[in-house]
T-cell receptor
Framework: DQQVKQNSPSLSVQEGRISILNCDYT??????FLWYKKYPAEGPTFLIS???IKDKNEDGRFTVFLNKSAKHLSLHIVPSQPGDSAVYFC????????????WGLGTSLAVNP | GAGVSQSPSNKVTEKGKDVELRCDPI?????LYWYRQSLGQGLEFLIY????????KSGLPSDRFSAERTGGSVSTLTIQRTQQEDSAVYLC????????????FGQGTRLTVV
């Protein structure tokens, strides 16, 4: 049972436009959410996170929005750059002693020049 | 080093042989994860260590897979009697644990079973 879902396996946008990557989750106990970026032949790198007490977190060109009632979060990249082309993973964890990360399957973003 | 280190970076082995993959986490990180990524697939959770607690082995695909974490630091993932379907990139990550789940990943070990 996939508790964290990224329903779009791929996304293509033009350079300079906004990229919006979506993530849905089913477990209401999740209280912390993270986005990772992965280039081919490299391990994922942390991008941005958000706690469930917030609904928005911004870091430069990257903003994550959290809608707890809808169990939905999204990552906005604006403006998109060709170097942003990568696979983006959404991950979640729940409070408690075992803060294991639960991962989505990823969305492959292609930013076209 | 400052980051998560994995060795070897590449491993080619014959079907039926055993392999050991090593992970050196970031010093002070109490949580350690093993994942694998097969060609065209997402990250597949294998096993999770948190401090001195019993590891979460729920992701190990078969009893040919096992992992240890000695002294709360270095971890070894062992695959016995390797099969071709074990070919994948095996990723290790560590994090501070309980209150901070931002995980830092190593570069991975690419395992090819021929």
């Amino acid at each position: 049972d996939q508790q964290v879902k990224q329903n779009s396996p791929s996304l293509s946008v033009q350079e300079g436009r906004i990229s919006i990557l979506n993530c849905d989750y089913t477990n209401s106990m999740f209280d912390y959410f993270l986005w990772y970026k992965k280039y081919p032949a490299e391990g994922p790198t942390f991008l941005i996170s958000i706690s469930s007490i917030k609904d928005k977190n911004e870091d430069g060109r990257f903003t994550v929005f959290l809608n707890k009632s809808a169990k939905h979060l999204s990552l906005h990249i604006v403006p998109s750059q060709p170097g942003d082309s990568a696979v983006y993973f959404c991950a979640a964890s729940k409070a408690g002693n075992n803060r294991k990360l639960i991962w989505g399957l990823g969305t492959s973003l292609a930013v076209n020049p | 080093g400052a980051g998560v280190s994995q060795s070897p970076s590449n491993k080619v082995t014959e079907k039926g042989k055993d392999v050991e993959l090593r992970c050196d986490p970031i010093s002070g990180h109490t949580a350690l994860y093993w994942y694998r990524q097969s060609l065209g697939q997402g990250l597949e959770f294998l096993i999770y260590f948190q401090g001195n607690s019993a590891p979460d082995k729920s992701g190990l695909p078969s009893d040919r897979f096992s992992a240890e974490r000695t002294g709360g630091s270095v971890s070894t993932l062992t695959i016995q009697r390797t099969q071709q379907e074990d070919s994948a990139v095996y990723l290790c990550a560590s994090s501070l644990g309980h209150t901070n789940t931002e995980a830092f990943f190593g570069q991975g070990t690419r395992l090819t079973v021929v």
